[in-house]
């Protein structure tokens, strides 16, 4: 099946720095991918929708200022914690549509913490 | 009308055991997806279903799309210690969207 790797698989940051998280279609173009976020023995929670050459599209109450998105090309997305927070310690989850097969692909997921 | 009410939250059981689990909603869907993530993982797609009745298989595990189209269920037949993880049910947002929304995802243990 279809391969979707995030970097760095965990990162730990210091309150009020900014981190980056990549998530990258390995075999296949995926015009579209989402971001995931997914707390402690909790759902996962989508973020918002990553569109290949166009604006990001974030759900209800997701600070589209904090959470600043990339998709730069048709197998990269990244996502951009900015000023982080012990707050925005979490499991973040990405997913890649490969729109051959229409199905959707979910990377390894990357644990920030943030002290 | 998009929350998943799936049942139970966590099951404990012995190997060799069957495992069944539900998912419910108030809103008609036309797809019901089951996933499994094992422990600092990403999700894995286990069975997609697409129309009422629709009954599926994958190995060991078996799933059903309801008749009703707001409900769906998962069986695992003769557990093993590999099953051990989440399963969580998964519907799309709204039609022609693969936004996902999740259920609250049952944790199964496995005693060997």
């Known amino acids: 099946g279809a391969v979707v790797s995030q970097h760095p698989s965990w990162v730990i940051c210091k309150s009020g720095t900014s981190v980056k998280i990549e998530c990258r279609s390995l075999d296949f173009q995926a015009t579209t991918m989402f971001w995931y976020r997914q707390f402690p023995k909790q759902s996962l929670m989508l973020m918002a929708t990553?569109?290949?050459?166009?604006?990001?599209?974030?759900e209800q109450g997701v600070e589209k200022d904090k959470f600043l998105i990339n998709h730069a090309s048709l197998t990269l997305s990244t996502l951009t914690v900015t000023s982080a927070h012990p707050e925005d310690s979490s499991f973040y989850i990405c997913?890649?549509?490969?729109?051959?097969?229409?199905?959707?692909?979910f990377g390894p997921g990357t644990r920030l913490t943030v002290l | 009308g998009q929350q998943l009410n799936q049942s139970p939250q966590s099951m404990f059981i012995q190997e060799g055991e069957d495992v069944s689990m539900n998912c419910t909603s108030s809103s008609i869907f036309n797809t019901w997806l089951w996933y499994k993530q094992d422990p600092g993982e990403g999700p894995v797609l286990l069975i997609a279903l697409y129309k009422a009745g629709e009954l599926t298989s994958n190995g060991r595990l078996t799933a059903q799309f309801g008749i009703t189209r707001k409900d769906s269920f998962l069986n695992i037949s003769a557990s093993i210690p590999s099953d051990v993880g989440i399963y969580f049910c998964a519907r799309a947002l709204g039609v022609g969207t693969q936004k996902l929304v999740f259920g609250q995802g049952t944790r199964l243990t496995i005693n060997p």
């Open positions: 990553s569109n290949e050459g166009s604006k990001a599209t974030y």
């Open positions: 997913s890649a549509r490969d729109r051959g097969p229409d199905t959707q692909y």
